[in-house]
Structures are given as structure tokens and as C-alpha cells.
């Protein structure tokens, strides 16, 4: 009795289960079976082609129409019209040839209408297998995480993640090849098409993988952790520029002599060499070389700022009269000039001399600091104010000074006339009188002594003419590649200010080559940029990318720039539309780069489980039953899960510069060797 109880329910289960098509199929195919064997030889041919084309594409676009699927009403159309045209030319007189293709299971032999018949059966059974399959393909419900997943699930996926280092050291082969010969032959389309493409390597899919020359124009973010292959990815970009002749300044926020000795082989190869500006070696570099005195009082800032706001406002306004003094008396611009005539006995030493006065006073060397002490600028020591009487007596000789200059100003030119004003006269009311400027300008003395001071003062020292001095003018113009770093364990807050340096530096060139209608390319690669890196740096390669700057910055983390200045981050993603993203370990990164990326609106199904009855008993197994359910859900571009994934070597990257739309794709970056 319950034999028979589950033999019926299975019945029902399976008279429930039937598909009309299913069985249309195997009854169409029992009829024409002998054409539909020979037939998919060519059909899985196409099958073949079909999944290399979907492989090809569908990375890049999701909801890609693959040959079969996008050709279904081509191939039904065909089937169609042979399904009417076969049976009339059966009965019109090639009956016997088409009966002949039903060996063994009929007694006619192959004839001369075989010839006709069977090319034309063969035909229908093709084009009928390619019309079921389109059909049920095109049916077919199934999300793009649910392909990806299929895509990465597969043999040759994981063959190609396994051997990703060979895989992209025989790309690296096989482009410096193509460089080489089209080098030696003087190609100069094939050079310039080359210039244009930068091989990253190749991405998860095994094709090769390029972002355009023009993105590093819009900037590029290049994070990842250490040993995710950080400096291995720079490399790329430097060898670049070395490739087809392009400028380029790498500034190292950790001081890595390994990174320098990458740089020095990489540019050696294409026969070229590296400036090197470090406490290690010998080239010289002069700030205030170029630029007006607004863009060299924007420069030495960090010179200038103090706790207070106010107390920075004057030391900048003191730093850009300066300059302007420096340029009107003919004196040379260095940082050793600008520490000497931030010294107010200094400066009325030079109106002195244009008017003609004999200084009747005692020497004026160090005399600021003994008028500042205890002018409520410079906390009062034991010692200052033993000497206090002696200060009053050196303050009364200054004021002096200043009393004949200011008595005698007409006959400056009005040159020196506005300078005179503009560093002290104006000021002469104040509570602190005509040194107001000086006297509130103290830190900048200080940082400037500080700096010049130190063992790396050198470095600012261009009065040697046998040292070689750094100029980002001849930089540009040579198509120089330099590379600046400083001991980042010793040189912290040397690094950061040094940093302002260069790319305020980079800023002016930039205006330079603006009003010389200069369009050529220049390259930055900021390497641990939180060392350096401001607000003011950031809007300053913002506004020089129209004039061919292009940066790539390369921090460990993007919370690490975020943790050198609130809000920076922001205006940094601000600013960049190519991203590449090395392994992470920080959760919360993960999630802020994920976010960072956006989604895009995807499907999930769901699938009802049921136990076949009758085989409960058999541990317990499940099977999925035709039942289910599709809602619509959004996913990240770049998947929070595969982020995490990520080794050393494989770098997630998203392009949205210009009108790229493409999708963020995992790269295995190529080693330049």
C-alpha cells in the first residue's frame, strides 16, 4: 500500500514537473535526428565562438548580447523557412534522399539526392539547435555578480590569478619589444600610439589592460598597504616618462633609497638621469628663485605660520614686502637674503646707503633679537633683563635712524619711497611703532634660522657656483627626471615643508607655461603624500593640470591623508577620477572605498529547497525546486568582499575620466624590469 502511495505521488510529481518544450524538443529531435547529429558539429563550433565572445565582452559590459542570443530571431527565421521548404522538396522527389540519411534504420542507400538533401536537413538541424538555444539563453534569469562569480569560479580564472606574475611579465616582454622595434625603426605613429596607452598589465580576464596618457591629467589616487606592491605600480608611470622623454618629479614622503635606486636603473636603461635632492647628496635648490612675491609669500608659508592667525598674516605680509625689497635694491633672491633683510637694522642700513647717511650707530648685527627681547613677542630671560638698559639704548639708536630716513624720504625713488612705507611707516602708529611688522614676525625668523641652521641648510645654499642647482624652468625644458626626498625618520616636519616647496614651485611653472601658450606634459608622483601634502598643494595641482601637470598620488591608506588635515581627503577625491586600490586591511577603508565607487542595480534570486519524496532517507540530501523568487538590489561597483581579497600585485582600478565608462576590474600589475 505505501509502495503504491508513492509511486503515484511520484507520477503526479513528475506529470507536474513536464516541460512542453522538452518534450516538443526530443520529439522534434527523434524525427530529424540524423541532421541534428551532424549538425552540432557546427553548432558547438558556434557554441565556441559564442563563450570566447562572451568572455571577451561581458566583463566590461554586464548585459552584452552574446552571437547566439543577439542573432535568435536570424536563426529562427532560417529554421522556419527550411522547416517549409525540406518537406516540400520530400515530397517534390528527393524523398529518397533524404530517407538515405537515416542509417542504419532504413534500406536506401546514399544517391545522388543525398547531395541536396542532407546539406539542407544539416542546415534545419543547426539552425534548430541555435534557435533552442537562444531561446532558452534569452530566458534565462541571472544577475551580474551571479556571472562574474561564474567567470571567476572557472579553471582558467584561478590558472590566471595563480600565475599572475608570469602572466604580466610576459606582457612586460612583449611591450618592450614593440618599443625597441618601433624605436629602431623610427615608427614614429606606433611611438606616439604607445605614448599615448599606459600598460597597467593584465586584468583578471587575461586581456591586456591600458589607461589612457590624458587620466594622469585628471589625476590619479594609487592606495594600498605595505608589501601590496605599491612602489612596484609607480614604477609603471616612471618608466613612462622616461620611455617617451617626459618631466618628471617623484617626491618620497619616507625617504626609500630603494625607490631611488628603482628610478636610477628604470631611467639608465632609456638612457637618461636622475636629479637627485636629498641630505645625501650634493644638488642645491633656491625657493624663491621664481614667482612674484605673492606666489613666493604662498611658497614659504609654512615658514610664516604661528599658532596665531593674526601673527601669521603679518609674517606673510613682512615675507612678500620682502621680496619686493630684495627685487627693487638688485639683491640676490635666496633664503639666506630673505633671513638677512627680515632683520630691520638690515633694512634701514639700505635706505641709509641710498640716501648717502653715515651710520654714526654701533653695528646692527644681531641688535633684533636684543630689541625684541621683552617686547612681549619674546618671553623676557634672566639675562634680558640684566641687559634691558642696554636694549632701550639700542631701541633709541634705531628709531633714530628711522627719524633721519623718514625726514629725508623725498629723496628716495618712489620705488623705495612705496617700500619704505610699506614696511615701516605705515606702521608708526602702532603700539609696537614702526618695527609693528618685525616685531610680529618673530616665528618666521626663528623657522627660517631653524632650517638654514640645520644640516640640511646646505641644500639652500646656491652661492657655490660649482653646485648644481635645481630649476624646475630647466626641468620642463630638458625633460628632466628628478627625484626629492629626505630622511622622512629624521626630516618629519623638514619633509612636509619641502614638499609646500616643490609644489607650489610646480604651481608657478604651471602659470608659466599658461602665458607661453606651453601645452607640453609634466608629471608628479607624490609618493606618501600625507608627508606634504596640504590644502593650498592640492587646489595648486588642481589649477596646473590645464597646463599639462599631471599627478599620481600614492598614500598607504586614504584615512592617512584625512589624518593629516580635516577635510583634505575630501578635496583630494575631489580632484581624482582614476583610482587604483591595492590590498587594504582596514575594514573601515574598505567600506569608504566601496562607497567611494558607487553601485549599480543588479538582481537576486532565490531558490525554494525541497526534499524529493522517496529520497529522505538517503542523508537527508535537498534539491532545488523549480520555485524561487527575483528582486531588484543594488551592489557595489567595487565589491567590499574582493577588496579584501586582494594580494600583493593585483590592484582593483576604476577609470571615470572623460567620457570612460567602464567597469572597476581587478589588474595584475606588471613589474617593469
Same mark, same amino acid.
Given at each position: 500500500?505505501?509502495?503504491?502511495?508513492?509511486?503515484?505521488?511520484?507520477?503526479?510529481? /513528475?506529470?507536474?514537473?513536464?516541460?512542453?518544450?522538452?518534450?516538443?524538443?526530443?520529439?522534434?529531435?527523434?524525427?530529424?535526428?540524423?541532421?541534428?547529429?551532424?549538425?552540432?558539429?557546427?553548432?558547438?563550433?558556434?557554441?565556441?565562438?559564442?563563450?570566447?565572445?562572451?568572455?571577451?565582452? !561581458?566583463?566590461?559590459?554586464?548585459?552584452?548580447?552574446?552571437?547566439?542570443?543577439?542573432?535568435?530571431?536570424?536563426?529562427?527565421?532560417?529554421?522556419?523557412?527550411?522547416?517549409?521548404?525540406?518537406?516540400?522538396?520530400?515530397?517534390?522527389?528527393?524523398?529518397?534522399?533524404?530517407?538515405?540519411?537515416?542509417?542504419?534504420?532504413?534500406?536506401?542507400?546514399?544517391?545522388?539526392?543525398?547531395?541536396?538533401?542532407?546539406?539542407?536537413?544539416?542546415?534545419?538541424?543547426?539552425?534548430?539547435?541555435?534557435?533552442?538555444?537562444?531561446?532558452?539563453?534569452?530566458?534565462?534569469?541571472?544577475?551580474? /555578480?551571479?556571472?562574474?562569480?561564474?567567470?571567476?569560479?572557472?579553471?582558467?580564472?584561478?590558472?590566471?590569478?595563480?600565475?599572475?606574475?608570469?602572466?604580466?611579465?610576459?606582457?612586460?616582454?612583449?611591450?618592450?619589444?614593440?618599443?625597441?622595434?618601433?624605436?629602431?625603426?623610427?615608427?614614429?605613429?606606433?611611438?606616439?600610439?604607445?605614448?599615448?596607452?599606459?600598460?597597467?598589465?593584465?586584468? /583578471?580576464? +587575461?586581456?591586456?589592460?591600458?589607461?589612457?596618457?590624458?587620466?594622469?591629467?585628471?589625476?590619479?589616487?594609487?592606495?594600498?598597504?605595505?608589501?601590496?606592491?605599491?612602489?612596484?605600480?609607480?614604477?609603471?608611470?616612471?618608466?613612462?616618462?622616461?620611455?617617451?622623454?617626459?618631466?618628471?618629479?617623484?617626491?618620497?614622503?619616507?625617504?626609500?633609497?630603494?625607490?631611488?635606486?628603482?628610478?636610477?636603473?628604470?631611467?639608465?636603461?632609456?638612457?637618461?638621469?636622475?636629479?637627485?635632492?636629498?641630505?645625501?647628496?650634493?644638488?642645491?635648490?633656491?625657493?624663491?628663485?621664481? +614667482?612674484?612675491?605673492?606666489?613666493?609669500?604662498?611658497?614659504?608659508?609654512?615658514?610664516?605660520? %604661528? !599658532? %596665531?592667525?593674526?601673527?601669521?598674516?603679518?609674517?606673510?605680509?613682512?615675507?612678500?614686502?620682502?621680496?619686493?625689497?630684495?627685487?627693487?635694491?638688485?639683491?640676490?633672491?635666496?633664503?639666506?637674503?630673505?633671513?638677512?633683510?627680515?632683520?630691520? +637694522?638690515?633694512?634701514?642700513?639700505?635706505?641709509?646707503?641710498?640716501?648717502?647717511?653715515?651710520?654714526?650707530?654701533?653695528?646692527?648685527?644681531?641688535?633684533? !633679537?636684543?630689541?625684541?627681547?621683552?617686547?612681549?613677542?619674546?618671553?623676557?630671560?634672566?639675562?634680558?633683563?640684566?641687559?634691558?638698559?642696554?636694549?632701550?639704548?639700542?631701541?633709541?639708536?634705531?628709531?633714530?635712524?628711522?627719524?633721519?630716513?623718514?625726514?629725508?624720504?623725498?629723496?628716495?625713488?618712489?620705488?623705495?619711497?612705496?617700500?619704505?612705507?610699506?614696511?615701516?611707516?605705515?606702521?608708526?602708529?602702532?603700539?609696537?611703532?614702526?618695527?609693528?611688522?618685525?616685531?610680529? %614676525?618673530?616665528?618666521?625668523?626663528?623657522?627660517?634660522?631653524?632650517?638654514?641652521?640645520?644640516?640640511?641648510?646646505?641644500?639652500?645654499?646656491?652661492?657655490?657656483?660649482?653646485?648644481?642647482?635645481?630649476?624646475?624652468? !630647466?626641468?620642463?625644458?630638458?625633460?628632466?627626471?628628478?627625484?626629492?626626498?629626505?630622511?622622512?625618520?629624521?626630516?618629519?616636519?623638514?619633509?612636509?615643508?619641502?614638499?609646500?616647496?616643490?609644489?607650489?614651485?610646480?604651481?608657478?611653472?604651471?602659470?608659466?607655461?599658461?602665458?607661453?601658450?606651453?601645452?607640453? /606634459?609634466?608629471?608628479?608622483?607624490?609618493?606618501?603624500?600625507?608627508?606634504?601634502?596640504?590644502?593650498?598643494?592640492?587646489?595648486?595641482?588642481?589649477?596646473?593640470?590645464?597646463?599639462?601637470?599631471?599627478?599620481?598620488?600614492?598614500?598607504?591608506?586614504?584615512?592617512?591623508?584625512?589624518?593629516?588635515?580635516?577635510?583634505?581627503?575630501?578635496?583630494?577625491?575631489?580632484?581624482?577620477?582614476?583610482?587604483?586600490?591595492?590590498?587594504?586591511?582596514?575594514?573601515?577603508?574598505?567600506?569608504?572605498?566601496?562607497?567611494?565607487?558607487?553601485?549599480?542595480?543588479?538582481?537576486?534570486?532565490?531558490?525554494?529547497?525541497?526534499?524529493?519524496?522517496?529520497?529522505?532517507?538517503? +542523508?537527508?540530501?535537498?534539491?532545488?525546486?523549480?520555485?524561487?523568487?527575483?528582486?531588484?538590489?543594488?551592489?557595489?561597483?567595487?565589491?567590499?568582499?574582493?577588496?579584501?581579497?586582494?594580494?600583493?600585485?593585483?590592484?582593483?582600478?576604476?577609470?571615470?575620466?572623460?567620457?570612460?565608462?567602464?567597469?572597476?576590474?581587478?589588474?595584475?600589475?606588471?613589474?617593469? %624590469?
Amino acid at each position: 500500500m505505501f509502495q503504491q502511495d508513492w509511486f503515484q505521488k511520484s507520477q503526479k510529481q /513528475e506529470k507536474k514537473e513536464t516541460n512542453p518544450l522538452i518534450v516538443l524538443t526530443m520529439v522534434i529531435g527523434l524525427v530529424g535526428y540524423p541532421y541534428i547529429l551532424v549538425g552540432s558539429l557546427f553548432y558547438f563550433y558556434l557554441l565556441y565562438k559564442d563563450k570566447v565572445e562572451r568572455m571577451e565582452y !561581458e566583463p566590461d559590459d554586464p548585459n552584452f548580447q552574446s552571437l547566439i542570443v543577439r542573432n535568435f530571431k536570424f536563426w529562427l527565421i532560417v529554421v522556419g523557412t527550411l522547416t517549409v521548404i525540406n518537406p516540400l522538396l520530400f515530397i517534390s522527389g528527393l524523398m529518397d534522399g533524404f530517407l538515405s540519411c537515416y542509417l542504419p534504420f532504413t534500406t536506401v542507400s546514399f544517391n545522388a539526392q543525398t547531395l541536396l538533401a542532407l546539406p539542407m536537413g544539416v542546415a534545419w538541424g543547426v539552425f534548430f539547435l541555435l534557435s533552442i538555444h537562444a531561446f532558452v539563453a534569452g530566458r534565462r534569469v541571472e544577475g551580474i /555578480e551571479e556571472k562574474q562569480r561564474k567567470v571567476q569560479s572557472s579553471a582558467a580564472y584561478q590558472e590566471r590569478r595563480e600565475n599572475r606574475f608570469e602572466e604580466a611579465a610576459a606582457e612586460n616582454k612583449s611591450l618592450e619589444t614593440n618599443y625597441r622595434e618601433a624605436k629602431k625603426r623610427n615608427l614614429t605613429i606606433k611611438l606616439e600610439e604607445g605614448k599615448q596607452q599606459i600598460s597597467l598589465g593584465i586584468d /583578471e580576464y +587575461g586581456k591586456p589592460n591600458y589607461i589612457r596618457f590624458v587620466e594622469l591629467f585628471q589625476h590619479v589616487l594609487l592606495s594600498g598597504t605595505t608589501g601590496s606592491g605599491k612602489t612596484t605600480a609607480l614604477m609603471i608611470f616612471v618608466e613612462h616618462a622616461c620611455k617617451y622623454d617626459l618631466p618628471l618629479v617623484f617626491l618620497d614622503g619616507k625617504g626609500a633609497r630603494e625607490t631611488l635606486a628603482d628610478i636610477e636603473r628604470i631611467a639608465a636603461r632609456y638612457g637618461k638621469s636622475v636629479k637627485v635632492l636629498s641630505e645625501l647628496n650634493q644638488l642645491r635648490y633656491n625657493p624663491v628663485k621664481h +614667482g612674484n612675491s605673492v606666489a613666493i609669500r604662498d611658497r614659504l608659508v609654512t615658514l610664516a605660520r %604661528s !599658532e %596665531s592667525s593674526f601673527y601669521t598674516a603679518n609674517a606673510q605680509t613682512l615675507l612678500m614686502n620682502t621680496i619686493q625689497l630684495l627685487d627693487t635694491f638688485k639683491i640676490a633672491r635666496t633664503l639666506h637674503n630673505v633671513r638677512k633683510y627680515i632683520n630691520v +637694522g638690515q633694512v634701514l642700513s639700505l635706505f641709509e646707503e641710498a640716501l648717502g647717511l653715515t651710520q654714526d650707530t654701533p653695528s646692527i648685527v644681531g641688535e633684533q !633679537e636684543e630689541l625684541f627681547v621683552g617686547s612681549g613677542f619674546v618671553e623676557k630671560s634672566e639675562e634680558a633683563q640684566k641687559t634691558a638698559k642696554k636694549r632701550r639704548k639700542r631701541e633709541s639708536l634705531v628709531e633714530t635712524r628711522f627719524t633721519k630716513i623718514k625726514q629725508r624720504k623725498d629723496k628716495l625713488t618712489p620705488a623705495y619711497r612705496r617700500l619704505f612705507t610699506q614696511l615701516m611707516e605705515e606702521y608708526e602708529y602702532e603700539k609696537e611703532g614702526f618695527m609693528y611688522l618685525y616685531k610680529s %614676525s618673530e616665528m618666521l625668523r626663528v623657522n627660517l634660522s631653524m632650517l638654514l641652521d640645520s644640516e640640511l641648510g646646505y641644500l639652500f645654499d646656491t652661492t657655490d657656483s660649482t653646485a648644481e642647482e635645481l630649476d624646475f624652468l !630647466e626641468v620642463n625644458k630638458k625633460k628632466e627626471i628628478v627625484f626629492i626626498t629626505l630622511n622622512g625618520l629624521v626630516y618629519d616636519q623638514y619633509i612636509s615643508m619641502l614638499g609646500h616647496f616643490v609644489v607650489s614651485e610646480l604651481n608657478f611653472m604651471a602659470s608659466e607655461k599658461y602665458a607661453n601658450f606651453d601645452k607640453s /606634459e609634466f608629471l608628479l608622483i607624490g609618493d606618501e603624500p600625507q608627508s606634504y601634502l596640504t590644502k593650498n598643494a592640492i587646489s595648486s595641482v588642481n589649477k596646473g593640470r590645464g597646463a599639462g601637470l599631471g599627478c599620481i598620488f600614492s598614500p598607504q591608506t586614504p584615512q592617512d591623508i584625512e589624518d593629516k588635515e580635516e577635510g583634505m581627503l575630501e578635496l583630494l577625491i575631489g580632484s581624482v577620477n582614476t583610482y587604483m586600490i591595492g590590498q587594504i586591511n582596514s575594514g573601515v577603508q574598505i567600506d569608504y572605498l566601496a562607497k567611494l565607487a558607487g553601485t549599480y542595480d543588479d538582481i537576486e534570486k532565490t531558490s525554494m529547497i525541497e526534499q524529493q519524496a522517496g529520497l529522505y532517507d538517503i +542523508g537527508k540530501k535537498d534539491f532545488l525546486a523549480q520555485r524561487g523568487t527575483v528582486r531588484d538590489v543594488e551592489r557595489y561597483y567595487l565589491n567590499p568582499k574582493r577588496i579584501r581579497a586582494l594580494r600583493k600585485g593585483e590592484y582593483y582600478v576604476y577609470r571615470k575620466a572623460d567620457s570612460i565608462n567602464e567597469r572597476p576590474k581587478v589588474v595584475y600589475m606588471r613589474k617593469v %624590469s
